[in-house]
């Protein structure tokens, strides 16, 4: 196996340290345990790798792992066609990739991602297991979209070593890293956060525990009045597409956007926001409920506001 990446940690703020969050400060990140084999999971898993270090995928289904290995392959072969990856670079980075169904290979991570569906109650129970299995100092962080990071935090013993590091779809792709901070979080544990994100060439920008941070906050309203504005017929979902991508610069329209995100991440977020804030603009749109209930997803399911085959 190549050789981890480590990348020591140097807090900038030690000020009321714990006993136990004080030995983070001389915290090595070698090993990421990642969990959720879905569009994130994988993406996130690729970007940790190229980033030097171990990695320890694990899904519910073999199967599910396999896949999740087969799409990190390819991308890394495309980079490589691309010029944008040697590779032997790209066989050093699978060779650091592990994948298990089981939750007690991921207790000797340094740092465990979670990213399995938006659910604050799959959420905490995997927090509350997690806790139990890893090693003291293990900082555990959720990929969460839009939910309480402090609910995930309070369902351990460990609060301040839990934090949410959302990536953004996708994540191979994507600069921005949200580095969430819950009232229960230490400075110590954000600082490693950050220089973790830093680490794989990402751009993080530190916000505070609100549904849906900065970016969904913003983007989720605007995306449910895009379909709002196709119920009442304004005009078709091509031309809304079409319309915000010349008009407005965007890289592509709400619909295939949504299709991107996943529509049933889209309801799960729409859902969430409008919990916490109650404001109009986040009650998601009737059409989005129909079209989930109907198992039309987006792009991962094949079909969603568009076909994808
Ligand atoms: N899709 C996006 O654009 C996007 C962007 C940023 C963050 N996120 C967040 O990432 C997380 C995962 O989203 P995704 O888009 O990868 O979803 P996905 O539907 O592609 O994958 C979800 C994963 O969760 C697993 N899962 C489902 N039910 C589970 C359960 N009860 N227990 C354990 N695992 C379970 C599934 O097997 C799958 O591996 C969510 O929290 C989402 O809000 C999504």
Request: proline share 4%; charged share 20%.
């Amino acid at each position: 196996m190549a050789e981890a990446r480590r990348i020591p940690i140097y807090p900038s703020s030690e000020v009321n340290l714990s006993l136990r969050t004080a030995n983070l400060v001389f915290m090595q990140i070698e090993k990421v345990g990642i969990i959720g084999s879905g569009v994130m999971g994988s993406g996130i898993a690729q970007v940790t790798l190229l980033g030097g270090y171990r990695v320890t995928l694990r899904s519910r289904e073999t199967a599910n792992a396999h896949t999740m290995v087969e799409q990190i392959k390819h991308s890394l072969s495309k980079m490589v066609k691309r010029d944008t990856l040697t590779g032997s670079a790209a066989d050093e980075a699978l060779s650091r990739l592990e994948i298990t169904t089981n939750m007690q290979d991921l207790q000797d991570s340094d740092l465990v991602i979670e990213s399995v569906i938006e659910d604050l109650e799959t959420k905490r129970e995997l927090f509350q297991r997690l806790d139990g299995l890893c090693k003291a100092n293990t900082i555990l962080a959720t990929n969460t979209s839009t939910l309480p990071v402090v609910e995930m935090a309070t369902a351990t013993k460990r609060p301040d070593l839990v934090c949410g590091i959302h990536f953004f779809n996708p994540a191979t792709q994507m600069k921005l890293v949200e580095v969430v901070a819950p009232i229960t979080v230490s400075e110590t544990t954000l600082d490693i956060a950050v220089s973790f994100v830093l680490s794989l060439g990402k751009e993080p920008v530190k916000v505070k525990d609100e549904a849906g941070f900065v970016v969904n906050a913003l983007l989720f309203p605007y995306l449910n009045s895009a379909i709002c504005m196709l119920e009442r017929h304004v005009a078709s979902m091509e031309e809304i597409d079409r319309s915000m991508q010349l008009g407005c610069g965007f890289p592509m329209g709400p619909f295939k956007l949504l299709d991107l995100i996943g529509l049933d991440t889209s309801l799960n977020v729409l859902e969430a926001l409008h919990f916490e804030s109650r404001s109009p603009s986040s009650v998601p749109a009737t059409t989005l409920r129909r079209l989930v209930a109907a198992g039309r997803l987006g792009r991962k399911s094949k079909h969603g506001f568009y076909d994808y085959e």
